[in-house]
Each structure stands twice: as structure tokens, then as C-alpha cells.
């Protein structure tokens, strides 16, 4: 592949960035485009919750089969060889599995169990990241006795921050189609097998809403519940994820490590995203500055432009023209708007929202 070859690439997927697109179109474009670039047999892309840096969904190229709990647990692995976490987290965001493991990759476990059996030899992962963040990742296979080159790890690495703004464009575009769903906290208990044990009624409303249909036991789990549950059960931790559901509202999970029984039972408890913890994540999507983050917070307690001047030291003047800012990088006229129709849709809301 050809320097011209890959800088025009490099350049449609820049475009693909500026486009506005949806998470799926995104995808199936820059699929589109990099199947020349850097030619693979197969793929997977996963967005990614980039607060706690667990994998929330993923979208397949001639895959063998879609992830279940097992696959999960194997393509997670965060002490394994270019983890996407790991990845997300060095100087060089892209590897490939047989220059990091020294030309043997029967020493990553996800080589041998996954890879090796379904006759690849060649990964090459990359994560996303733009602005110190990431927003997704993805890996390309090729069979065997394909591999891929140092050269090619270097332009996925250049492509990361162009991917990771496609990604984190995408989530500006995923508004709520008004269509609130309120369910009370729903709770599932896995049992140290990765399999559902117990589950609660609201639960299953929450798995509709996350799109899981069908018995528990034939229809394939929501990734991100996979994911959340899998961190929590590599690190005896708390893990919690926040994804969209099908009605474009927030779903949050939180996943823990379960009390007696068995090692390895995992808890998750399936709710509401409130708005604390979703801001964070819109005001990175919509590149909030420090400050206009800081406004923002205060403007959904309600406080009105005269105590957010007093609160945070400027001036009136100021918070307006931040307003102005805020107003402009996410497409609303008024505070009322940006409250109701960017970080708390479909809900009321309490204290002064309009624009004084």
C-alpha cells in the first residue's frame, strides 16, 4: 500500500469526522474506507464508556458469531497484550499482537483461546482516543499467514484521534426520541459461570430497553451488561458503565461482586443514568472547556447568570458570553433548551432556566 493510497484515506476519514454522522453510518463509512487502506479479513469496533473504559457495544465485520459472556471474557482480559485499555492509556495508541508479544502470540491467551482456533494470525487493535480521551476501538484480522506491518500500526495509530472524534461525534448525535422510559432499578445476579441466576422484574424492562429480547436464557445479552459484569469479576471491584438505550435515554449499570455463595457471582443493578453522571461524558462530547463545564453544572441546580457570576468570580458579562459558547457548540437558543434537550431530556427540571 502506497503513501498516496493511505494519505487519501487518512483524508475521507477526516471528512467522515466533520460529517455528523450517527454511530452506524459512521461506521459503515469509515469500514468502507479503511477495508483499502488496511486491508483485513475481519473486524470488530466497539464504542466505549470513556469514564471507566468499558466496552458499551460493537458493531461486527464477517465475525464468526457475536460476543457472548465467554467472548467478552476473553477479548477484556486487561492483563493480556494490547488491551484496548492499555492502549488507550500509552503514548502510541495501536499494536500489533505479534510485534508486542515478540513474534510468539501463543503468549496472549486471546491468541490461543479465540484467535488461533478460527485461523488468525495477524491483530491489530487500536484505541481511539482524541483529547486525552477515547471514544471507541477497534481491531482488524487477517488469516493466516497474513500479518500486519509496523508501518500499518503507525497509520492506525494517526487514524485514533481522527476515529475517536467520529466516535465522540456520535454521541452528540444520539438524542432522545422523547419517548422517557422510567422503570424502578432493576437487579441481575450471575452466577460464577457467567450465567443469569436471578432477575428481578424491573430488570427485564431494563434488558427490553437495552435490547435483549426473548428469555433470559436465549437471548444474547446486552454487550455493556457483559463488559460491566466482566470488570467487576477480573477486579473484585465495582464497575459501572453508562450506555444509550433504545429510546436514545441514558441506562446506567453498576456491577459488583456479589456476597456469599460462590466466587466469581456478580451483581448488577440496572437504572436511570441521573444527570451527574451524564453530564461529564455530553460535556466532553460537545468539547466543553473547564469553565463552560463548571456553568453548566450550575445552571442545572438552576442558578440564575447573577449567582453563577457570583459563584465562580466574573463577571455577568462573562457568563453570557460563555452561555453564548455553550449555546453554539450544542445547537440550542436558550438555557431551558439546553437543559431539557441536551443533558436532561425528557424530564423536568427544577430553578431558573431561562436565558437571564
Known amino acids: 500500500m502506497n503513501h498516496s493510497t493511505r494519505a487519501r484515506a487518512y483524508e475521507r476519514v477526516a471528512r467522515l469526522t466533520g460529517a ?55 477479548a477484556y482480559l486487561p492483563d493480556d497484550f494490547n488491551s484496548f485499555v492499555s492502549l488507550a492509556r500509552a503514548d502510541r495508541h495501536s499494536g500489533v499482537l505479534t510485534a508486542v508479544t515478540g513474534g510468539r502470540p501463543e503468549r496472549s491467551r486471546r491468541y490461543r483461546e ?157 437504572q436511570s443514568a441521573t444527570a451527574p453522571s451524564v453530564v461529564p461524558l455530553l460535556s466532553a462530547a460537545y468539547g466543553l472547556t473547564p469553565r463552560e463545564r463548571e456553568l453548566i453544572d450550575l445552571v442545572l441546580q438552576g442558578c440564575g447568570t447573577g449567582e453563577i457570576a457570583t459563584r465562580l468570580f466574573i463577571s455577568p458579562h462573562t457568563v453570557q458570553g460563555h452561555l453564548k459558547s455553550i449555546f453554539a457548540k450544542t445547537g440550542v437558543r436558550s438555557r431551558r433548551e439546553l437543559v431539557t434537550r441536551v443533558f436532561v431530556p425528557d424530564r423536568s427540571t427544577s430553578g431558573s432556566t431561562s436565558a437571564d
Open 114 to 270: 479465540l484467535l488461533r482456533p478460527h485461523n488468525v494470525t495477524g491483530e491489530l487493535r487500536t484505541s481511539c482516543v482524541v483529547d486525552g480521551t477515547c471514544w471507541g476501538n477497534f481491531a482488524f484480522f487477517r488469516e493466516a499467514p497474513a500479518d500486519f506491518t509496523e508501518e500499518e500500526q503507525d497509520f492506525a495509530h494517526d487514524l485514533a484521534s481522527l476515529l475517536g472524534a467520529g466516535f465522540r461525534g456520535a454521541v452528540v448525535q444520539a438524542r432522545s426520541n422523547g419517548a422517557t422510559v422510567e422503570f424502578w432499578p432493576g437487579l441481575l445476579l450471575f452466577d460464577e459461570g457467567r450465567r443469569i441466576e436471578s432477575a428481578t422484574a424491573p430488570a427485564r424492562h431494563w434488558l427490553d430497553e437495552l435490547g435483549c429480547h426473548g428469555p433470559l436464557d436465549e437471548a444474547p445479552l446486552p454487550y455493556a451488561l457483559l463488559m460491566a459484569a466482566e470488570r467487576a469479576r477480573s477486579s473484585a471491584a465495582d464497575a459501572s458503565v453508562r450506555v444509550r438505550g433504545q429510546s436514545g435515554g441514558w441506562v446506567e449499570l453498576h456491577a459488583s461482586p456479589a456476597s456469599g455463595g460462590a466466587p466469581g457471582r456478580i451483581a448488577v443493578i440496572l
Open 20 to 74: 455528523q454522522l450517527d454511530l452506524p453510518t459512521f461506521l459503515d463509512e469509515a469500514s468502507s474506507v479503511l477495508a483499502h487502506a488496511l486491508p483485513h479479513d475481519s473486524a470488530c469496533w466497539h464504542t466505549m464508556d470513556p469514564a471507566t473504559l468499558i466496552e458499551t457495544g460493537f458493531h461486527l465485520e464477517d465475525m464468526p458469531h457475536a460476543p457472548d459472556a465467554d467472548v467478552a471474557a476473553l
